[in-house]
């Protein structure tokens, strides 16, 4: 299996494959999420027969927390309707067109690493650490979260969350759209 996120990160590098277990080599979308302390998970937006699938993967305790012992992972899976498989397609791919590939690790945060097929057919990472909520990469990590947590039966509807990816695709696009300063 095709690890999305190649970065270099002391005692974090392992858990990419983990946290990736199961997940097909090229997604519709797909992201993985390091918090500083509380477990890694991850998600990936799958087209597989019969449909189009949410599949998650979380850590039961925070692996280095965990002193490198065995930590079991814990997976989920989810249906998606077609609106919001569409709409995640597209802001994800929109918001990785600008987003730099480098790893931007800090600490005592979250940082996230997305994925996704971009605009030419090529797959396209960004990271970004601890945005700040109101932006657009925020807004980005906050859809990134409610993914997740619809296999967990919390936060917003599909189709709420559909809304809210279209939304940030229109600011994401006005703001490419805006004249440099």
């Not at 477990?39 to 699938?53: L, Q, T």
């Not at 993967?57 to 930590?71: C, G, L, P, R, T």
């Not at 970004?128 to 807004?139: A, H, Q, T, Y």
Request: aromatic residues 12%.
């Amino acid at each position: 299996m095709k690890v999305y996120f190649p970065f270099e990160i002391p005692s974090r590098s392992e858990v990419f494959p983990l946290l990736q277990t199961g997940f097909a080599d090229i997604p519709v979308a797909c992201c993985t999420v390091l918090p500083s302390f509380t477990p890694e998970y991850a998600w990936s937006v799958e087209r597989r027969s019969g449909g189009v699938y949410l599949f998650t993967n979380i850590m039961a305790e925070s692996h280095w927390q965990a002193a490198k012992k065995n930590v079991p992972i814990i997976s989920r899976s989810l249906r998606l309707d077609s609106e919001l498989t569409a709409a995640v397609e597209e802001v994800f791919r929109e918001a990785l067109v600008d987003m730099d590939e480098k790893d931007t690790f800090g600490i005592d945060g979250v940082t996230y690493y997305f994925g996704a097929v971009g605009t030419e057919g090529a797959f396209k990472v960004g990271a970004i650490w601890s945005p700040w909520k109101e932006s657009p990469l925020g807004r980005l990590a906050q859809i990134s979260d409610d993914l997740f947590s619809l296999t967990e039966d919390k936060g917003p509807s599909q189709t709420e969350l559909a809304t809210r990816c279209r939304r940030l695709l229109a600011h994401l696009c006005e703001m490419k759209a805006r004249p440099a300063d």
